[in-house]
């Protein structure tokens, strides 16, 4: 763990839970693909850069969840390293309070006040003002909501392409079932725009390093469409939410706990939205509670 693998003559991740990307830009600096799930992982990966002689120019995050800015602050703190972050994932950033208190839907309890879902917080700059930095200049970053809100990927010079939580591998979603999804629909738009993609080697932050990444994204598309008609099915008869995640959580074999309630429960919300946006799915009040019916 935290291996520092080389992907091509520019590029290299460092092999954690959730891939950090490194972007060599000239004999000494580099710039970091996201920072880790904590202080521990960006004291590991400081480790890592002084063992290699670089120096952190710039951190680059994908998107907000904690597990990809939770090193931000440490890094920030040891280098002075500018954070660049897209739109609503830099506001996440810069208050990460945020991110719990979205998936729950109102003040997080302290149980849900965790590293694991809020991460510290750091300074951030918005993507927008990134091609202002001369060193960033070659750099593309190219769009991929759906896991989250404006969550990007980034092609390296040498054709290196990090892709984020756009995908997970096939044994998370074996063993998981359900992956977070904040937008289903843009979800399936990412996931058909990853399937055209050409590089020289695809970097998934939760899959494997692979040069071919059209069957992976496919068997992602294809788990989408098969918890949606289960979704559908289960709303054969009228539902209430709760009712749905309970056998949404009984169906795959999963144990629910506070977070996974809220991260599955979150997911299951933007299905039922999805659907009933597409007029799969109706929703209506009765008793005062949301009734969930094909």
């Known amino acids: 763990m935290y291996e520092l693998i080389q992907a091509g003559p520019r590029s290299f991740y460092i092999n954690c839970p959730a891939k950090i990307g490194v972007f060599k830009i000239d004999g000494t600096q580099v710039c970091l693909i996201d920072s880790g799930n904590d202080k521990d992982a960006g004291r590991k990966v400081r480790q890592i850069l002084e063992r290699e002689g670089w120096q952190l120019h710039a951190i680059i995050n994908t998107h907000s969840n904690a597990d990809h800015i939770g090193g931000n602050r440490y890094l920030q703190q040891q280098t002075g390293c500018k954070v660049y972050a897209k739109g609503v994932e830099a506001a996440f950033t810069a208050y990460p309070e945020l991110e719990p208190a979205f998936l729950y839907g109102g003040y997080p309890f302290a149980d849900l006040r965790h590293k694991f879902l809020m991460a510290p ?5 918005d993507m927008d003002s990134l091609y202002e930095d001369e060193a960033l200049r070659e750099l593309e970053i190219i769009p991929l909501p759906g896991h989250f809100f404006q969550m990007v990927g980034v092609r390296i010079p040498d054709g290196t392409l990090f892709l984020a939580d756009c ?8 063993k998981y079932k359900v992956s977070f999804i904040y937008d289903v629909a ?19 932050a939760h899959a494997e390093a692979t040069d071919s990444i059209r069957s992976l994204a496919e068997y992602n598309k294809q788990c989408v469409h ?3 008609a289960k979704l559908l099915e289960l709303c054969a008869a009228p539902q209430t939410f709760e009712s749905v995640l309970k056998a949404v959580f009984d169906y795959y074999g999963l144990t629910m706990n506070f977070q996974q309630h809220v991260l599955v429960g979150s997911t299951i919300r933007s299905y039922l939205a999805w659907l009933k946006d597409t007029g ?11 009734i969930w019916s094909v």
């Not at 979800?187 to 970097?203: N, S």
């Open 186 to 204: 843009s979800y399936l738009e990412t996931l058909d725009k990853v399937m055209t993609m050409e590089a020289a080697l695809f970097v998934p």
């Open 121 to 125: 917080s750091s300074q951030v700059s």
């Open 226 to 228: 098969e918890i949606a």
């Open 280 to 290: 799969l799915l109706q929703a209506y009040v009765q008793d005062n509670r949301i």
């Open 167 to 174: 995908l997970s591998s096939r044994a998370t979603l074996d």
